[in-house]
């Protein structure tokens, strides 16, 4: 093989101009596709596994706002309460609503105690005696004021004492117990 050879020369020429563009195209087009490819690989990457996260993190907050929906619907099946922070105050808020409606209402309060505290399952219940003088019809007015309340009081216990006397008074003993739950009832 002589370089002098026309044939030659034109072949290794060739073979160079065709080495030249290879290494042009790699230098220029492939090499940066690839480190582009590969920056996109590692993105990918990346953003899966931010995928994979936002989906656990998904599925804690439909379940935590699921079991919010479980909570409020047992909130809303659990008994009204007194709210107050003791016991006292429960059973002092009882008592200004029921003397408020008996001022009102042309209802005699003779007496008002505070009980012994009872217990309702693990609850404390607060209770109350009235005794009142008043007729059939406040009488019934007050039952009805009582059911009326949103706390969760109820009647106890309820005596009445009558005479046969026209237009006589009844002499009632109303004791209301009051559901309390230590530091009040929140509600959503």
Not at 93 to 112: C, E, N, P, R, T
Not at 147 to 166: F, P, T, Y
Request: aromatic share 6%; with cysteine.
């Amino acid at each position: 093989m002589r370089l002098n050879d026309k044939k030659m020369r034109r072949i290794l020429i060739g073979l160079g101009v065709i080495l030249l563009c290879v290494l042009v195209w790699w230098g220029i087009v492939y090499s940066p596709l690839k480190e582009k490819i590969s920056e996109s690989n590692i993105r990918l990457e990346q953003l899966t596994i931010d995928q994979h996260k936002l989906e656990k993190k998904l599925k804690k907050l439909t379940k935590a706002i699921r079991d919010k929906s479980k909570t409020s619907k047992k909130l809303k099946h659990l008994p009204r309460t007194v709210k107050a922070k003791t016991l006292e105050e429960a059973n002092a808020v009882i008592q200004a609503k029921m003397q408020s409606f008996f001022g009102k209402h042309d209802i005699q309060l003779s007496a008002y105690k505070e009980l012994t505290p009872g217990k309702w399952g693990s609850y404390q219940l607060g209770r109350v005696e009235f005794r009142v003088s008043c007729t059939e019809e406040k009488l019934a007015e007050l039952l009805e004021f009582v059911k009326r309340q949103e706390e969760g009081i109820r009647v106890d216990r309820l005596e009445i004492n009558s005479r046969m006397r026209k237009g006589s008074k009844l002499r009632v003993t109303l004791r209301l117990a009051s559901l309390f739950i230590r530091g009040g009832a929140k509600r959503m």
